[in-house]
């Protein structure tokens, strides 16, 4: 387990799920902004003459050069993204835990975010093409963060298990500790926890959901 997140675990706090992104999708969707980036750059090569001839555009005493820098970035962009999201891979952990859900971030330094399950207000399971094919898919948590823009106005800024293996799965178990938390808050206790039995139920339950997943 990470150091700064197991660091960061309470007492009797159990982990019943960690995991990455599912490094597959996420692969699959920064080759497809490269071919975007090199496709661009590739139309922008074959026409270049055409376009820095062209007596609508104004870029100085030297257009050709200017726009020969344009290609260049678009290169760099094209093989930077791959790099770019094999690293967020590197450095964003998700774990489901009895008390919460947490998101560790950060390529430099850990950002680590926690979701108490009193927090959320709703959930759900985001299952795309890339998703599909590869079996991955995005949790989206709603704990009432707000965004605000002066074009779209506001906005419910969710917190995300990003293409992670088995959604259905994972979104399963983090409802069941989403629930049991509910069921506690709505007997008047602070913690479910407090209910031996039911706690047990839980661990149960949530331990063989782990086996299927597995």
């Not at 959930?123 to 989206?140: A, C, E, M, R, Y």
Request: with cysteine; net charge positive.
């Amino acid at each position: 387990m990470n150091p700064e997140i197991e660091y960061i675990l309470e007492t009797e706090e159990k982990v019943l799920w960690s995991g990455k992104q599912d490094l597959k999708s996420l692969l699959t969707i920064a080759f497809l902004c490269s071919g975007v980036a090199l496709f661009i750059a590739l139309l922008l090569f074959f026409n270049l003459g055409d376009v820095a001839a062209h007596k609508t555009v104004k870029l100085g005493s030297n257009p050709t050069q200017v726009f020969k820098i344009i290609l260049f970035v678009l290169i760099g962009i094209s093989v930077l993204i791959p790099f770019a999201f094999y690293m967020n891979f590197k450095a964003t952990d998700y774990l489901v835990t009895n008390k919460r859900l947490i998101i560790k971030s950060g390529i430099i330094g850990a950002d680590i975010r926690s979701i108490y399950y009193d927090q959320i207000k709703s959930s759900f399971v985001n299952v795309d093409l890339i998703g599909k094919l590869f079996g991955s898919g995005t949790i989206l948590m709603d704990t009432g963060r707000i965004t605000q823009s002066r074009k779209r106005g506001s906005k419910t800024a969710y917190d995300r298990f990003r293409f992670i293996k088995d959604p259905y799965q994972v979104y399963k178990l983090a409802q069941k500790g989403l629930s049991s938390r509910k069921e506690g808050i709505h007997s008047g206790r602070a913690d479910f926890e407090s209910n031996l039995e039911g706690y047990k139920d839980f661990v149960q339950e949530t331990e063989k959901m782990k086996r299927d997943i597995k």
